[in-house]
């Protein structure tokens, strides 16, 4: 019966650490668009930004 529960209990810590990667990933993505959406703001003038954020709206689905 303890064998069983410390299997079940490892399971649990490798979703939780799965889940907490995925999370991570999940964070720098964001961090990663964040500053490609800044670095074409900078570099053209606010029109092509415009479409620069446009197009990552498209991308994930948001239609406006």
């Keep these: ?3 069983l529960f410390a299997i079940g209990f490892e399971m649990h ?3 939780i ?3 907490r990667q995925g999370v991570e ?3 720098d993505m964001g961090a990663a668009m964040a500053r490609d959406v800044e670095t ?3 570099a053209r003038p606010a ?3 415009m479409e620069a954020v446009t197009g990552w709206l498209r ?3 948001v239609r406006g």
């Design 47 to 49: 029109e092509a930004g």
């Design 17 to 19: 650490d799965m889940h």
């Design 59 to 61: 991308l994930w689905g």
């Design 25 to 27: 990933a999940a964070r």
């Design 40 to 42: 074409a703001l900078a």
């Design 1 to 3: 019966m303890l064998e």
């Design 13 to 15: 810590k490798r979703v």
